[in-house]
């Protein structure tokens, strides 16, 4: 059970005044923090100003036992100038934090932290913003480093593939990711991405047999 600060919990007492607001900080891994506030005025909470009326609003959440990451969605009308649609479609909200906190709007050092998640999608149509927050787990579900496999895992023309599809030869063309189309019809072996002599799941099953076609050469294909 969460406890409460004293002067939090005597805002929540019955006849009490009701002198609360919801304020989001959002912060960018650039360092820059925007605020937001339900209430009908700017409020100043831990140094960051929320600017008043945005109409945001908490969504749907989702919450699990053990280590699987929860999430949760805010949506609403967020101020034009603060979060415009250039900075998300460059990924400047990419993974940036975001705080959601109950405060009393006559003094907002009277607060308390609801939770704290990371952006993992931020969409915005026109004034409307709405955005999918994951938890402190969320972090273990992003893919770090690169998967060990035959087939290449770079696409056909990437900076780590470097094949010029600019050229005639190769206009139009497609590649299945096999170490051997690399070779024949691209001759791009230096930039290939796949590792063609890692075991497949057949290798667990193998035996030793007699048969002719047991040479010790590659298996690459």
Not at 44 to 60: E, F, I, S
Request: proline content about 6%; charged content about 20%.
């Amino acid at each position: 059970m969460r406890a409460l600060p004293s002067a939090f919990a005597a805002q929540l007492a019955p006849g009490a005044a009701g002198q609360l607001a919801f304020c989001w900080i959002l912060t960018r891994r650039d360092g820059v923090s925007l605020g937001f506030t339900d209430h009908d005025r700017p409020l100043t909470l831990n140094g960051v100003t929320c600017q008043a009326a945005t109409g945001l609003t908490p969504g749907a959440a989702e919450a699990a036992l053990g280590p699987r990451p929860g999430t949760a969605e805010v949506r609403g009308v967020l101020d034009a100038q603060s979060l415009t649609e250039a900075d998300i479609a460059v990924g400047l909200y990419d993974r940036a934090s975001v705080e959601a906190w109950r405060v009393d709007w006559t003094d907002t050092t009277v607060a308390m932290l609801l939770w704290r998640g990371t952006i993992i999608e931020l969409t915005r149509q026109g004034p409307s913003v709405e955005a999918r927050i994951g938890g402190p787990l969320q972090a273990l579900e992003i893919v770090v480093g690169r998967t060990f496999q035959r087939a290449c895992d770079a696409e056909l023309g990437d900076t780590h593939c470097r094949v010029d599809v600019t050229k005639p030869p190769y206009q139009g063309a497609s590649c299945d990711k096999r170490w051997r189309t690399c070779r024949d019809t691209f001759s791009n072996l230096f930039n290939f991405q796949g590792f063609p002599d890692i075991p497949g799941d057949d290798y667990l099953a193998a035996y030793a047999s007699d048969s002719p076609a047991n040479t010790g050469g590659s298996r690459r294909s």
